[in-house]
């Protein structure tokens, strides 16, 4: 089985900055694309970035030029760098990653989730 352990999130004021981690464990033959994801209350869980195996980044336009994604590939992590936060980006933060398990046999998995504060 695969494991999700986030880690990072926190209390921090507005303009402050969080550094979110997610490591992958179990049995991975690959991995494919690692993201992050959130959802504040009341609200449906929305894409924020995303970054593929050839190192593609996608971001939501909210996050754009405040948040960076990375990964390590020898570890099976994945980086969120948020920067210049913001009261609206208060959500419990969720790492997904998508890959192989073996040869033809695809997974996809979500991380337990980190919560993030930003107060005013």
């Known amino acids: 089985q695969v494991q999700l352990v986030e880690s990072g999130g926190g209390l921090v004021q507005a303009g402050g900055s969080l550094r979110l981690s997610c490591a992958a464990s179990?049995?991975?033959?690959?991995?494919?694309?690692m993201g992050w994801y959130r959802q504040a209350p009341g609200k449906q869980r929305e894409l924020v970035t995303t970054?593929?195996?050839?190192?593609?980044?996608n971001y939501a336009d909210s996050v754009k030029g405040r948040f960076t994604i990375s990964r390590d590939n020898a570890k099976n992590t994945v980086y969120l760098q948020m920067n210049s936060l913001k009261p609206e980006d208060t959500a419990v933060y969720y790492c997904?990653?998508?890959?192989?398990?073996?040869?033809?046999?695809?997974?996809?998995?979500w991380g337990q989730g980190t919560q993030v504060t930003v107060s005013s």
């Open positions: 179990g049995s991975i033959f690959s991995i494919n694309a």
């Open positions: 997904n990653v998508q890959g192989y398990l073996r040869e033809y046999l695809r997974f996809d998995y």
């Open positions: 970054i593929t195996s050839g190192g593609s980044t």
